[in-house]
């Protein structure tokens, strides 16, 4: 299991959290891994503002993410209304895992209309 950094909007202060069934060695991760990653880290900002809420079911669309480098590897950053959440250090190439992230949530459709 691996760590996750939550921080709720208007709480004092941020409560680490376990991720489940995330593969250890990010070198291995597939898009499918990458997509777990990120519903376990949306899921872990809902229980920490309501630890005895029922697991919600989780959309790929209305976050703000970042990859950054760190030492060890790189942190995902993940932000919400509700707050934000950060995990890591992962042993992967930084534009690697931006583009798995990408692949997952899906780029925005290029707009036809002219303005």
Do not use: N, Y
Not at 14 to 37: C, I, M, R, S, Y
Not at 91 to 100: F, G, K, N, Q, Y
């Amino acid at each position: 299991m691996m760590d996750v950094d939550v921080w709720v909007r208007g709480a004092s202060g941020a409560v680490t959290q376990k991720l489940k069934g995330v593969p250890a060695d990010a070198e291995t991760w597939t898009v499918t891994d990458v997509k777990h990653l990120l519903e376990q880290m949306l899921q872990a900002l809902d229980r920490a503002r309501d630890p005895h809420s029922e697991p919600p079911t989780v959309a790929m669309r209305g976050f703000s993410w970042i990859v950054s480098p760190d030492q060890g590897g790189v942190l995902v950053h993940l932000e919400v209304q509700l707050g934000t959440a950060s995990a890591g250090p992962f042993a992967i190439d930084e534009t690697r895992l931006s583009e798995m992230i990408a692949r997952v949530v899906g780029r925005p459709k290029e707009s036809t209309l002219v303005h």
